[in-house]
């Protein structure tokens, strides 16, 4: 960040008072800007016993296969961005389920939230997003060809316990290899 948002003046990356963080504030008004993490919402999209991923047609980790998520939009909900996402990946209607999943991925300052879904009537398409999308079962998931830990992690949980009644917390504090 080179100005402030509020005024257009330069800002410094400094302590304020009171603080413990470096924050950029401006120089001139002397508001500070936070940084917050990003979230991303997504969930595990099922039809009987599959599980619907989508390849990825953009970067990070064009060609990897998926759940659909994305940024969480302002003025939506959490359930709404799981919604729209996994429409706009794989042009699938879904009923959202419970939290299943939340994971920090503090390399790159996000927040993952995976909910559980149900495909409405078993339809998907390839969404603006994706080359390809399709319906796995636990013995056809890709694994080397999985784009995110947090992926991975949620797909591990929901094979190892579907069923259990706990959000499956982690963190992911590096980058992926490859």
């Not at 993490?37 to 047609?57: H, N, S």
């Not at 559980?116 to 969404?127: I, S």
């Amino acid at each position: 960040m080179n100005f402030c948002s509020e005024c257009g003046r330069p800002v410094e990356l400094k302590i304020p008072d009171g603080d413990h963080l470096p924050r950029y504030v401006c120089t001139a008004c002397q508001r500070i800007h936070y940084q917050n993490p990003r979230v991303v919402v997504g969930c595990v999209p099922r039809w009987k016993d599959r599980i619907l991923l989508c390849r990825r047609a953009i970067e990070p980790r064009s060609g990897y296969w998926t759940l659909p998520a994305g940024f969480m939009e302002n003025g939506e909900s959490i359930a709404e961005t799981a919604t729209r996402e996994t429409y706009e990946e794989a042009v699938a209607d879904v009923e959202i389920g419970r939290l299943f999943a939340a994971i920090s991925v503090i390399h790159v300052n996000q927040v993952h939230l995976m909910f559980l879904a149900t495909l409405r009537d078993g339809q998907y398409g390839v969404g603006a997003e994706s080359t390809e999308t399709r319906l796995f079962a636990e013995s056809e998931i890709p694994w080397s060809e999985i784009a995110f830990p947090s992926v991975e992690f949620t797909l591990r949980r929901y094979f190892d316990d579907s069923m259990a009644a706990s959000v499956h917390v982690t963190e992911i504090v590096r980058r992926p290899s490859g």
